[in-house]
C-alpha cells in the first residue's frame, strides 16, 4: 500500500500544519495464545526475515539519503522515497512484533500494508527544513531513550518473556502492552529518523485518557475499542470490568487461524473503513471520507495525497491526543497503558541504564586492559635492550681478551648484571592478565638461572675452572630459553 495516494482535485496550497503533527501509529491486535512449538523455534523462524530485512535495509539507508536532499529543498519527502521507507518500516515493524511474542501469525513478506496482528500507519507530509537538517543531531535524544529500551526490553526481560510465553501459552496482558508500547517507540524513531513525520517520537508511555471519549477514557487500559475481544470479556471475580487490560478490536483483522472472529474485522476493507462508508455503498475502497466534525482535519485527505491505513479511521481525530470519535467496533490506534504496563516499562528503563553502566564497565575494564598490555610490551621491549647489547658485543669483547681470564670473566661478570637487572624489571612490569603474569614469572626465572651461570664464571680463577662451569652449566641452551621465553610473553602481550 502506497504511502502516498493521488486526491483528485486536491490543492497543494491548502494543506495545513496539521500535518506535520502526524505520528507513526501503530496498532497491536492484542495478547492471544501462541503455540509453544513456535515460540520455542521462534528465533529461527524469523531469520528468513531478518535475512531480507537486511538487504532491504542496505536500500532503504540509500534511499533515506536521496530523501533527505529531495526533503531539504522541497519540504516533502520525495514520493517514491515515502513509498518505500513506509514499506520497509511496515515489514520491519511485523518481523519485530512476532520475533518479541507480539504474536504467533508469521509475517508476510511484503512491503505493502497487510491483514496483520501489527500494523503501521504513517501520514508523510510537510516537513520542516531546518529540522531536516539537523535531524541528526535532533535525535540524540531519542536514540539515548531507544538504546537505553532496548537494553532493558529485548534483553534480560526478552529472555523472561519468552520462558513465561513457551510455559503458559500466553504472554500476560501488562508485559504485552509494555513491551508493545517499547516497540511503537522504537517505531516512531525510525519512522521521524525516515523523515515520514515531523512529529518527534513521544508516547513511550502510551497515550493520554481522554475523559467521555469512546477510547482511552471510555475503555480499559489497552487499544481502546468499543467491543472486547474474545477471551478479553469481564473476568470471573473482577466486578465492573467492561474489557480485560487489552487490545480492543483492530480493523482489518478477520478470522484469523487461531486467533477467532475479532469483532470489528469483518467486511471492511483493512484500516480504510469509516462509518458510513463501507464497500460497496458509494466508496468501493473502502476509503474514508471526510467527517463531520473533525475540525483538526485529521481524517480529511491531505491535498495530493490520499489517505494512509489508520488516518481515515475514527480514533485519532485530533493531534495531541484529544477525545475522538465514538468508536464503532473500529480500531482507535490509541495505546492506554495500565498501572502494571506503566511499572514495566519504567522497569525496562531501569534496567537499560543498569546494564548501559555495566557494559560500560566492562567495555573501560577492557580499554584499561589493553593499555596495560600495551604499557607492559613496551616496558619489557626496554627492558631487553641493555641484555641484547651485553649479548651482542659479548663475542668482540672476549676475543678482544686475548685468551686472557681475567678479561674473560670481567666480561662474564657484566653479563651476568645485565640479566640479573633484566629479571629484576621484568618481575616489576605490572601484567593484564595471569597469563602474561605467568609468563613474566618463567622469563625472569629463566632470566635468573642465565645471570647466575654468567656469574660463576666471572669468579673462575682458573681456565679448567670456567671450562668445567662453561660445559656443566649449557650456558647457550639457558640463553636459548630465556630468548624462547620472553617470545612467549610478547606473544601474549599482544592478543591481550
Sequence with gaps: ?????????????????????????????????????????????????????????????????????????????PGFAADYLAGFVRWQTRVFGYAILLTDVYPPFTLDDADYPVRVAVRPGRLNRLAVLFRFILLIPAWIVVAVLSYGAFTIVQLV???????????????????????????????????????????????????????????????????????????????????????????????????????????????????????????????????????????????????QPGYGQPGYAQPGYGPQPAATGMTSWWLVLSSSAKALVTVFLVLGVLFAAGQGVLQAAVTSNAVTAAQASSQLRAAAVPVNNVLSSYSGKVEACNSQLPCVTAVDRNVSDAYSTFAAQVRSISMPNAQTSADANTLASSASHVASIFASLGAATSVSQYQNIANSSDVQKAVGQVSQNYTTLANHLSNS
Design 161 to 307: 518473556s519468552w520462558l513465561i510465553v513457551l510455559i503458559s501459552g500466553r504472554m500476560p496482558d501488562s508485559l504485552y502492552q509494555a513491551m508493545a508500547a517499547a516497540l511503537r517507540y522504537q517505531v516512531r524513531v525510525t519512522g521521524y529518523w525516515f523523515m515520514l513525520t515531523s512529529a518527534y517520537p513521544s508516547g513511550l508511555y502510551g497515550d493520554l485518557a481522554a475523559a467521555g471519549s469512546a477510547g482511552p477514557g471510555g475503555a480499559q487500559p489497552g487499544y481502546g475499542a468499543s467491543e472486547a475481544q474474545p477471551g478479553y470479556g469481564p473476568q470471573p471475580g473482577q466486578p465492573g470490568d467492561q474489557a480485560q487490560p487489552g487490545y480492543g478490536a483492530q480493523p482489518g483483522y478477520g478470522a484469523q487461524p487461531g486467533y477467532g472472529a475479532q469483532p470489528g474485522y469483518g467486511a471492511q476493507q483493512p484500516g480504510y473503513g469509516a462509518p458510513g462508508s463501507q464497500p460497496g455503498s458509494g466508496d468501493p475502497q473502502g476509503w474514508a471520507t471526510q467527517t463531520p466534525g473533525d475540525p483538526q482535519g485529521w481524517q480529511t485527505q491531505q491535498p495530493g495525497y490520499r489517505q
Design 1 to 77: 500500500m502506497s504511502a502516498y495516494y493521488a486526491s483528485p482535485g486536491g490543492n497543494p496550497a491548502a494543506a495545513t500544519a496539521q500535518e506535520e503533527l502526524a505520528p507513526v501509529l501503530v496498532a497491536f491486535a492484542g495478547s492471544a495464545p501462541q503455540s509453544r512449538l513456535t515460540v520455542l523455534f521462534r528465533l529461527l523462524m524469523v531469520i528468513p526475515h531478518l535475512i531480507v530485512l537486511w538487504a532491504l535495509g542496505i536500500a532503504a539507508y540509500i534511499v533515506v539519503i536521496i530523501g533527505w536532499f529531495g526533503a531539504l529543498f522541497t519540504g516533502r519527502l
